[in-house]
């Protein structure tokens, strides 16, 4: 088990946070009339470190921002931030903690009738700091988002990119334990989302800052999270490292979560690709970290001689480490000779797939 999740049975009577644990969550449940939108969440978001919260459209990611910001009550379970339970808090005692999780939205939500710097310096207006104190402060942070020269300009002149910069440097204005990004990305375009996740990452690297990312883009995750949890139907169906799980996911719905990000076979091959032995077999072979580092197919050629053609893939990184997927097409119809390479290759820790035989894949 991945050190940041527990099962239910494990976190129930271990409710305390460590000083490491910035938010915590242990059995979150909320229904929803028949609907359980949260169904037994336990998650710790350790401090420095980006995780990613991933599902489904109605898989309960709102719930549970809902629950962390103290906008929702759980039916049960606890939420602790920076080891205190907000759960059972009411309005007053919450507002400042509320102040301890920072946040970015779809929509940016920019006071279209303020200037960038005093919308980065509303947070601190809030909290009653004199004027010339919440100026300086958004001065920084554009300057940290690269948007000084904007401070007097309004919302309306500005790109998507930028107002998402606005946005970030808003959130990080009170000094937040936590920067939580709610579908940040989703309505800007590629470029620059690229833009915008490079920045977090900065912040996350030079402030040492804490980030939960929510989304329902695998490429966001993969751009820039530590560590990610799928949500499916209100549980936590599969957690761990990002490259982990891109490299081997075991539920059918990250699978269909990473959809296209994932090496396929090219089309027109995977066109004719029939269940019965033709003239090859076709492999898919996925490997990583240690797996990926070794001289897998050159050890292959030699272990089994005339063993295969190497038709598509390659090697990837994620966080450093090597992650690949190999299309292999073995020649023949020679059963001995085709489990000779797949024993071979999961010696190898590879793990591998027959996918088909193909007539002549030429
Ligand atoms: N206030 C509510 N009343 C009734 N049902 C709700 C309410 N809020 C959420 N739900 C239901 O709970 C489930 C989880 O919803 P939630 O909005 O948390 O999912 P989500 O992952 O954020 O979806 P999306 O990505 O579409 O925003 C869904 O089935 C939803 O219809």
């Given at each position: 088990m991945n050190q940041h999740f527990a099962t239910t049975a494990e976190t129930t009577d271990q409710t305390a946070a460590t000083p490491q644990d910035v938010v915590r969550l242990v059995d979150l449940k909320r229904r929803f009339g028949a609907t359980p939108?949260?169904?037994?969440v336990s998650l710790t978001v350790r401090k420095d470190e980006i995780l990613g919260i991933i599902g489904r459209s109605g898989a309960g990611k709102s719930t549970l921002i809902r629950c962390l910001n103290g906008l929702e009550r759980p039916d049960s379970g606890a939420v602790f931030i920076e080891g205190r339970e907000?759960?059972?808090?009411?309005e007053r005692d919450l507002q400042p903690l509320r102040r301890r999780i920072g946040m970015i939205f779809q929509h940016f939500?920019?006071?279209?009738?303020?200037?960038v710097e005093d919308n980065v310096a509303l947070p601190l207006k809030i909290e009653g700091r004199p004027r010339a104190e919440r100026l300086q402060r958004a001065a920084e942070l554009l300057d940290l988002v690269g948007?000084?020269?904007?401070?007097?300009?309004?919302?309306?002149?500005?790109?998507g990119g930028q107002k998402q910069r606005v946005g970030i440097a808003r959130a990080l204005a009170a000094r937040p334990a936590m920067l939580l990004s709610d579908?940040?990305?989703?309505?800007?375009?590629p470029e620059t989302t690229r833009s915008i996740l490079a920045l977090l990452k900065d912040i996350n690297r030079q402030l040492g800052l804490t980030i939960l990312l929510i989304t329902h883009e695998m490429e966001v995750i993969r751009s820039i999270a530590d560590c990610v949890a799928v949500i499916d139907a209100g549980r936590i169906v599969e957690e761990g490292p990002v490259w982990s799980v891109f490299a081997d996911p075991r539920s059918d719905i990250t699978r269909s979560l990473l959809g296209a990000i994932r090496p396929q076979l090219p089309a027109d091959l995977a066109a004719r690709l029939v269940p019965s032995a033709g003239t090859e077999t076709i492999l898919r072979v996925d490997v990583a970290g240690e797996a990926a580092r070794g001289p897998l197919l050159s050890d292959l050629a030699v272990a089994v001689p005339g063993s295969f053609r190497l038709v598509h893939g390659g090697i990837d990184h994620i966080q450093q480490q090597p992650v690949g997927t190999l299309f292999l097409a073995v020649p023949g119809s020679d059963a001995g000779h085709l489990a000779h390479v797949i024993t071979f290759l999961k010696a190898r820790q590879a793990r591998v797939e027959v996918l088909g035989h193909v007539a002549n894949s030429a």
């Open positions: 939108a949260l169904d037994g907000i759960s059972r808090l009411g939500n920019l006071l279209s009738a303020k200037t948007l000084s020269e904007k401070a007097k300009a309004y919302p309306a002149s500005l790109s579908e940040a990305t989703s309505a800007l375009d």
